[in-house]
């Protein structure tokens, strides 16, 4: 397997030298501004020493660990959410939480359907060779999917909560959605821009040497 070094004189990776020279990227993650010049595929190779075809086949593995743990939230709260409309206190709710219900209970639908949907499109192109094609569109089911699953669970909780806190409910649901947006989505992105991996451009004179 060619070594970090070895990688990084034949495809013309900076030196220490010249990542010190570059006062544009002074925000980036120092641990990452070594790999600044390489794509995704490049790094796996260098690092992982996978090819482009195991680099798809392991996040598809990952994806599935992923959905098979949002999966299990949103069918227990599915599950939760039929149940009540065949409990003896349904038809006293109000017209108002008659519809946060239906919304909620739409949205986890939704939202179950897009967090299994990557199983019927697996099984759909099944030795077609479309693992790449799969693992890009199971992952925006799955980016779509906790949105709504993020919405469900905000609704069950103004539902629920609305027995107890009344028109307060509201207050505790947009609470607690700005906490699961936080958790879920607002943290990895802070992160996810402080080490970007994106190649940075080369200069001409590093091109030529390649």
Do not use: K
């Amino acid at each position: 397997m060619e070594s970090l070094s070895d990688w990084a004189h034949h495809h013309g990776a900076p030196s220490q030298s010249d990542l010190e020279r570059r006062p544009a990227e002074s925000s980036r993650c120092p641990d990452c501004q070594w790999s600044a010049d390489m794509d995704n595929a490049e790094w796996n190779h260098a690092v992982r020493g996978e090819t482009e075809l195991q680099s798809v086949d392991r996040h598809f593995n990952e994806l599935l660990q992923e959905l098979r743990v949002a999966q299990t939230g949103v069918q227990i709260l599915f599950a939760f959410l039929l149940g009540l409309a065949f409990t003896p206190r349904f038809p006293d709710l109000t017209v108002g939480q008659q519809g946060v219900y239906l919304v909620t209970l739409v949205l986890s639908a939704v939202s179950a359907a897009l967090l299994i949907g990557p199983v019927g499109y697996h099984r759909t192109v099944f030795r077609q060779r479309l693992r790449s094609q799969l693992v890009s569109t199971a992952h925006r089911y799955a980016i779509a999917g906790l949105v709504l699953l993020l919405l469900a669970l905000v609704g069950a909780v103004e539902l629920a909560a609305s027995f107890i806190l009344g028109p307060r409910a509201t207050i505790l649901a947009a609470a607690l959605a700005g906490l699961f947006a936080t958790l879920w989505f607002i943290v990895p992105l802070i992160h996810r821009l402080r080490h970007q991996h994106r190649p940075a451009q080369r200069s001409p004179d590093t091109v030529a040497t390649n």
